[in-house]
């Protein structure tokens, strides 16, 4: 058997287009480029959270929920909620209360000024969103919308 030497320059080169073909690489590229819109505004309207800290402001602006159910949304470890919600406390964005039937449970809600940021941060999404997904027609917008939630929908049965 004949063993053949790689050339480096050619390996990178297939090994940048296998990942540019990749379905994950792509739904990144999208992701931060959102992402990145969307923190740009936030900072344009002076709004300093850190990245992890945006979903549980989200989750919460529909509903107060515990440390534990927090975690489980987010699939984060408990340190990690429990240090995203002691920031989020100094920053008088949320409270943090006994649960009254269960003692062992803390539920976590926002503040009035939570709640304002949480609204003001709705509407920076949006427009980020529209900005972002401006390049799509809105048949194309409404396509893609569809096809994506339904393979998130697929998703997450596995």
Do not use: C
């Amino acid at each position: 058997m004949i063993k053949m030497e790689k050339d480096p320059a050619t390996s990178n080169s297939s090994l940048g287009d296998e990942i540019s073909d990749s379905f994950f690489f792509q739904i990144h590229r999208m992701k931060r480029t959102i992402f990145r819109r969307t923190n740009a505004l936030m900072s344009e309207a002076g709004i300093t959270l850190q990245l992890e800290q945006l979903p549980l402001i989200m989750i919460l602006q529909r509903e107060n929920r515990s440390q534990r159910e927090l975690s489980d949304i987010t699939m984060r470890d408990k340190s990690s909620i429990l240090r995203s919600i002691n920031a989020l406390e100094k920053k008088n964005l949320v409270e943090v209360q006994k649960d009254k039937a269960d003692k062992r449970k803390n539920i976590v809600s926002l503040t009035d000024e939570g709640i304002s940021l949480a609204k003001n941060i709705r509407s920076l999404m949006k427009k980020a969103e529209d900005e972002v997904l401006s390049v799509f027609s809105q048949k194309e917008r409404g396509e893609a919308l569809e096809t994506i939630r339904s393979y998130a929908d697929r998703l997450e049965t596995l």
